[in-house]
T-cell receptor, first 119, second 110 residues
């Protein structure tokens, strides 16, 4: 497909378990972002990759959360020792260039999200 | 989304105009965005405005920016039932990522 894809679309896990969420950005997009959207809230920034490196991880809530993008394309968000408060929709977005490319607003294209439920 | 505030709900009749309002707190924001979210779908960028502009029009959409009051609005002309969705205002500060409001649910009745 031409858009951002995320798998799985839904994930139910038990408290304390480990989960991985995957994001496939649009081909050719060098920038990738993870956001978390809790019920009734807007998306909240977690981490931003430019290429393979995490350029800004200031939104990660604690050290249970980690993300990688080893080849500069697909990214995986990893959550250890999940807690009920981690339940949310995890959104991934990609954009053509780095944030510093400002001329056209540097549109971020969002995937449909992964709904994580921690029981 | 604590830096960006929106009213939570708006109900209009089909054919009327809708106006969704947003306030933001950071005067250094460079771009302001409106996104649309439909159930089960990803966020869709509707339009954006650069901070040195007052107005931007794109077909049925008009964005007004009052930088002095840090107020942004989205007007949808001739609102249709297909416009029913949640609309998010977002700000971008310099080279940082996006900060979203909590969203305004727009309900369009026939």
């Amino acid at each position: 497909g031409a858009g951002v894809s995320q798998t799985p679309s839904n994930k139910v896990t038990e408290k304390g378990k480990y989960v991985e969420l995957r994001c496939d950005p649009i081909s050719g997009h060098t920038a990738l972002y993870w956001y978390r959207q809790s019920l009734g809230q807007g998306p909240e920034f977690l981490i931003y990759f430019q290429g393979t490196g995490a350029a800004d991880d200031s939104g990660l809530p604690n050290d249970r959360f980690f993300a990688v993008r080893p080849e500069g394309s697909v990214s995986t968000l990893k959550i250890q020792r999940t807690e009920r408060g981690d339940s949310a929709v995890y959104l991934c977005a990609s954009s053509l260039g780095p944030i510093a490319t400002s001329g056209a607003g540097n549109e971020q294209f969002f995937g449909p999200g992964t709904r994580l439920t921690v029981l | 989304g604590e830096d960006v505030e929106q009213s939570l709900f708006l109900s209009v009749r089909e054919g009327d105009s809708s106006v969704i309002n947003c306030t933001y707190t950071d005067s250094s924001s460079t771009y302001l965005y409106w996104y649309k979210q439909e159930p089960g779908a990803g966020l869709q960028l509707l339009t954006y405005i650069f901070s040195n502009m007052d107005m931007k029009q794109d077909q049925r959409l008009t964005v007004l920016l009052n930088k002095k009051d840090k107020h942004l609005s989205l007007r949808i002309a001739d609102t249709q039932t297909g416009d029913s969705a949640i609309y998010f205002c977002a700000e971008r500060k310099g080279y940082s990522t996006l900060t979203f409001g909590k969203g305004t649910m727009l309900l369009v009745s026939p």
